[in-house]
């Protein structure tokens, strides 16, 4: 019969002997707040009441406690309206001093009858660079038009950062 310390030892002398793997990135939850404003439009009318516009807008993106805090945000989209309705896509470019990402965005636009218009989708991020390199994730947004030129809105989802097990964000 095997003493108690002798099994214990044992034991730990087992343990110190297991190789440290390294932590696993975790996917954790992330979001933010933005504004924009549109710059540039190019329309195409397709029909009547149908038109595809492919644009551009500028703004900056707020989350305090993430890295992406005070971000420069860039969109270049195109949106195929029908009476106000239809699909946007694009693409979302997030720049900090320390590096970028980007995510492609699929959604539908809507306007109500008061001429509000607002968007809802889901993103997928597809490049980073600097500090971000290798971000991985996903998620959706919402946003609504405050003026012709301008909107506000949020995005949250599922971030994987690489090296990091946990974050602030």
């Known amino acids: 019969m095997y ?20 932590a696993a990135a975790l996917a954790m939850p992330m979001g933010g ?7 540039s439009q190019a329309p195409q009318v397709l029909g009547p009441n149908e038109v ?13 406690g993430t890295p992406l805090d005070g971000a420069r945000v860039q969109w270049v989209e195109t949106l195929t309206l029908k009476n106000g309705q239809g699909p946007v896509q694009g693409t979302i470019t997030f720049t900090t001093p320390g590096g970028s990402t980007s995510s492609l965005y699929r959604g539908t636009v809507t306007t109500d009858a008061q001429g509000r218009v607002t968007a809802t989708g889901t ?16 998620g959706s947004f919402s946003l609504a038009y405050t003026s012709k030129t301008e909107f506000a809105g ?16």
Do not use: C
């Open 3 to 22: 003493r108690r310390s002798t099994i214990l030892a044992a034991f730990a002398a087992a343990l110190s002997l297991t190789p440290v793997l390294p």
């Open 123 to 138: 993103y997928q991020d597809s490049a980073a660079t600097g500090e971000f390199a290798g971000t991985k994730g996903k």
């Open 33 to 39: 707040s933005f504004t924009g404003r549109v710059e």
């Open 52 to 64: 595809k516009l492919q644009q551009t807008a500028s703004g900056i993106n707020t989350g305090p």
């Open 154 to 169: 949020q995005w949250q989802g599922e971030v994987t950062l690489p090296g990091q097990t946990s974050s602030k964000r």
